[in-house]
Nanobody, 117 residues
Framework: QVQLVESGGGLVQPGGSLRLSCEVS????????WGWYRQAPGKQRDLVAR???????NYADAVKGRFTISRDNAKNTVYLQMTSLKPEDTAVYYC???????????WGQGTQVTVSS
C-alpha cells in the first residue's frame, strides 16, 4: 500500500509561484500514474495534472501553460510547479497515485494553497 505526503502549500500573492511536493512511500516504483487534484470549498475535487510512469502528462485547461507536473524517481517524489497563480487557484491540493488505470486511487492528506493579496 502506498502512502502519500504533500507539502509546499501556503499563502501567495496573485502572480506568484509555489512548488508542491508529494513524497511517496515505500517506493515510486510500480505505480502507474500520479496526479494532483484540487478542491475548493463547496466544490468537487477536480484533476489538475497527471503524469504516468512513462512520463506522459496531461493538464486541466485552467492550468495549462502555468503548472508543470514532474517526478524524481530517486527521491520518490512528485512535484507540481505552479506559476502565475490566480485567486481561483485557491484550494486544497491533493496528491494521488494508483497501480493501474483500474485500481483504487490512493490519496494524500492535502495541502492548502491560498492565492490572495
Amino acid at each position: 500500500q502506498v502512502q502519500l505526503v504533500e507539502s509546499g502549500g501556503g499563502l501567495v500573492q496573485p502572480g506568484g509561484s509555489l512548488r508542491l511536493s508529494c513524497e511517496v512511500s515505500p517506493s515510486i516504483n510500480n505505480i502507474y500514474d500520479w496526479g494532483w487534484y484540487r478542491q475548493a470549498p463547496g466544490k468537487q475535487r477536480d484533476l489538475v495534472a497527471r503524469i504516468t510512469n512513462l512520463g506522459s502528462t496531461n493538464y486541466a485547461d485552467a492550468v495549462k501553460g502555468r503548472f508543470t507536473i514532474s517526478r524524481d524517481n530517486a527521491k520518490n517524489t512528485v512535484y507540481l510547479q505552479m506559476t502565475s497563480l490566480k485567486p481561483e487557484d485557491t484550494a486544497v491540493y491533493y496528491c494521488s497515485a494508483r497501480y493501474s488505470p483500474y485500481a483504487a486511487i490512493y490519496w494524500g492528506q492535502g495541502t492548502q494553497v491560498t492565492v490572495s493579496s
